[in-house]
């Protein structure tokens, strides 16, 4: 008995000397841009453990001496320390930070916010709001046709002025809202669903089923959500197939806003969901009335095709912009290369304000049983005309995210 409470008392001494020691330490975070000029953007940098992402941190730039504003994401198996560029860094060259870990509480007032409310939750960079998750029901405002209600979608997304760039209900398409997914053709056990339209029968729905976290932070704010994919059968019987698991997160930019989407799209039956070869369905964006009413509107690709000649071809991004009070504003929406099908096949309309990423536009999938259709996107909101560099500039970004690595 002697010897057991000696043998925990030197391990209480060592654990006690450790995190002494590593309260005090520094570490230098080390930038590089690569081939590409960096000008903004998140920066992610591994963290060695989970036990040292709980301690406190200061960055500071040993350019500026500046003290930088630092989170932590610990959602994965390896944490990350995320931060935002400070200062443009050029391609070929690079930049070194001082991370130290210090004793106390680190004041860090969240620049980005997760607001949650009645209806839903809204993602706001300092007082502009930024987008809107819809948890409630909301109802169709045509009142003859109240199968279009819908939960679990964005709307509005606004741009830096304030500005609504989506609609929710569009009179000439009530099935639209503003940024949304679904299959319009879905066979499940030999009979086929159409999530997309919200026909009268009302054999396919997707509802917001459950709220998995909102977090607010200095560089970061986001929301989790589960939406469920049901079904009526013949019996009448409600069926779930599919949950569809989102995560949104806006970062901490003053001049456009930028938010990632990751949607995981899960088969819960013991059958595969076969998601059949159509023209448009997958992740959707519906642009401002306006845009529909005068159109005063188009779209931008990164191949620099537009309405006119872009339907079903493949670009890394699509922005969809117009006309706003006061000037210009539009939402470039970016394809992440691990995507399937990537770079995904893109449905631009003809003469409305949306357009979708198809990958079923080529040929069917399938999604079996237990597994997860993974998607994820990253959108770029701002004022003024399209700016195809900046697009591109950000495409990269998404694309070849600057390395950092952490070192003693």
Known sequence: ????????????????????????AAWTVKVE???????????????????????PMVLTSKESNQEIP???????????????????????????????LVDGVV?????????????????????????????????????TQPHYARSGFIHPIRDPAGNVLTDGFPPDHLHQHG????????????QEYNFWEQTPENRAQIRHA?????????????????????????DGQVKRIANERWHMRAYKLDKYFLVDFRIGYIN?????????????????????????????????????????????????????????PGGHGGIAIMSDPDNFRHPQPVRLHPSKPYFCFAPMATEAFSIESGKAHLSKYRLLIHNGEPNKDRSEAAWKNYAEPITATLSK
Request: aromatic residues 10%; glycine residues 8%; contains cysteine.
């Open 1 to 24: 008995m002697a010897h057991r409470r000696t043998l925990t008392f030197l391990l209480v001494c060592a654990v006690s000397c450790f995190i002494q020691s590593e309260s005090f």
């Open 33 to 55: 841009a690569g081939k590409y000029d960096r000008l903004d953007g998140p920066v992610a940098v591994e963290l060695p453990s989970h036990k040292l992402a709980k301690h």
């Open 70 to 100: 630092v989170q932590i994401d610990v959602s994965s198996d390896k944490p990350k320390l995320y931060f935002m560029l400070d200062e443009p860094l050029y391609k070929n060259n690079s930049r070194e930070y001082t991370l130290r």
């Open 107 to 143: 004041d860090q007032a969240p620049a980005v916010k997760a607001v949650t409310d009645d209806q839903g939750v809204v993602l706001k960079v300092g007082d502009n709001e930024v987008l809107r998750y819809n948890t409630a029901v909301i109802e169709c405002p045509d009142k």
């Open 179 to 190: 940024l949304f997914m679904a299959w319009k053709r879905t066979m499940f056990d030999g």
């Open 210 to 234: 459950d709220s998995t976290g909102a977090v607010s932070g200095p560089v970061f704010g986001e929301i989790g959500a589960v939406l469920g994919h049901d079904i009526k059968l013949e």
């Open 268 to 324: 819960r039956t013991e059958k595969p969901i076969q998601i059949a070869k159509v023209h448009y369905g997958g992740f959707a964006i519906r642009g401002r009335r306006s845009w529909f009413e005068s159109g005063d509107s188009d779209f931008l690709t990164s191949e620099g095709k537009t309405r006119a000649n872009g339907n079903h071809s493949r670009p890394n991004w699509v922005e969809i912009h117009g006309a706003v």
